[in-house]
């Protein structure tokens, strides 16, 4: 595997740094932190510019990049602010990548191009109040009822869920079988579903731009044609989706400590003590050395997680590695960075508290890392 970026990519990543410098101002990212509040219009000039859309085919009005350029993108916009950073990457969270595997022509032709101009958000709701990471089971039941299928249930942690358009929607579709999870199957909705009602999380501690919601779905009525996919195949159709958006969590974890080490580096360098600049202190130095080996580490594992997806080898071992190690550097390395900013940096306007407050989630979402060292010994068993 050769690591070396092309002229192309690396022209992706100065347009992306160039437009979230301009764009991510510093007054405005406190002001959407401290309001809890989607940048739609930041959403939108990023779609225009083609950052939300880099792994959509352009006959869908994507950019048809794979998902190391995609990565690329996140990385970038979460290093310059990891709240603006998530809530513009995840504008169209999941829903392009499960039409494009498993949807009709009429879904990706009526869903996708709308979510990759930026014309519309997209949220996928896996999780339920009750089982967390456990996908195995739902709750949220679909039953055939005529030529309709009628949904109950609610669903929790879902990004996006009070701004979203368009939903996918993993159900019990056969409650009958065993294990249970041969019997899910995936439903597409709009927010203008009847019996469909999303309510805004709110007073999370980080990535607050980026909203999450619960779902309710009382006697939902869809027709056949909003069928994802196969029927009771949506369990497998959600593992596999993960391979690819865990990688882009861990994108999410390298940015943020990227804009963590370049804030406390840059400080460490002009903030004087005793005399002369604390980045001459070891105690200092050497904190700072081992953040940027650190985030190197994550950024290798990322990337070959990234390469692997788009050279046809997904390989889950590799995914989950750089998603728990990445989210794993991602505290570390903003708390450090925290800690050389010293009191200032408990301050708001010093951003690296932020940028702490905001890391903690990709050790959470898409999957805990807990879930991934599950993920890695079952298949290291495998194989050795």
Not at 159 to 181: G, K, M, R, S
Not at 187 to 193: D, G, I, R
Request: glycine fraction near 8%; proline fraction near 4%.
């Amino acid at each position: 595997m050769h690591f070396e970026l092309s002229e192309e990519q690396k022209e992706i990543k100065r347009a992306v740094k160039e437009f979230c410098e301009k764009e991510f101002t510093p007054e405005l990212v406190i002001d959407f932190d401290e309001k809890e509040k989607f940048p739609m219009e930041l959403y939108k000039k990023a779609a225009r510019l083609g950052f939300t859309s880099m792994r959509i085919p352009e006959e869908y009005d994507g950019q048809g990049y794979g998902l190391l350029e995609d990565s690329m993108v996140v990385e970038e916009m979460c290093r310059v602010d990891p709240g603006f950073g998530a809530a513009v990457s995840l504008g169209n969270l999941m829903v392009p990548d499960i039409l494009l595997k498993h949807g009709t022509e009429e879904q990706r032709k009526k869903y996708i191009p709308p979510l990759a101009k930026g014309d519309a958000i997209s949220a996928a709701a896996f999780s339920e109040p009750e089982h967390g990471s456990d996908i195995t089971r739902m709750d949220t039941t679909a039953v055939k009822s005529g030529d309709e299928w009628v949904i109950n249930g609610s669903k929790e942690f879902i990004t996006n869920a009070p701004v979203a358009d368009t939903f996918i929607v993993l159900c019990q579709t056969d409650p009958n079988v065993t294990p249970p999870h041969r019997g899910q199957s995936i439903f597409l909705m709009e927010k203008s579903t009847q019996g469909l009602e999303a309510t805004k999380l709110k007073r999370k501690r980080g990535i607050r731009p980026c909203i999450t919601g619960s779902l309710s779905l009382s006697d939902v009525k869809l027709p056949e044609k909003n069928v994802v996919g196969e029927l009771n195949k949506g369990f497998y159709y959600t593992l596999a989706l993960f391979d690819e958006t865990r990688i882009t969590v861990a994108a999410q974890a390298v940015g943020m400590s990227q804009g963590a080490f370049e804030r406390a580096f840059q400080y460490a360098k002009t903030r004087k003590q005793f005399g002369s600049p604390i980045i001459k202190f070891q105690g200092i130095s050497f904190k700072l050395a081992d953040m940027a080996i650190k985030i190197e580490a994550a950024r290798m594992l990322t990337y070959k997680a990234a390469w692997l997806f788009d050279q046809g080898r997904v390989d889950p071992v590799a995914t989950s590695m750089a998603k728990a190690f990445a989210g794993r550097v991602a505290m570390e390395v903003t708390d450090e960075a925290i800690q050389v900013y010293g009191g200032y940096g408990y301050l708001a306007d010093y951003h690296v508290e932020r940028f702490h407050r905001c890391a903690k989630i990709t050790e959470i979402y898409e999957g805990t890392s807990e879930m991934q060292k599950l993920t890695i010994i079952n298949r290291l068993m495998k194989r050795m």
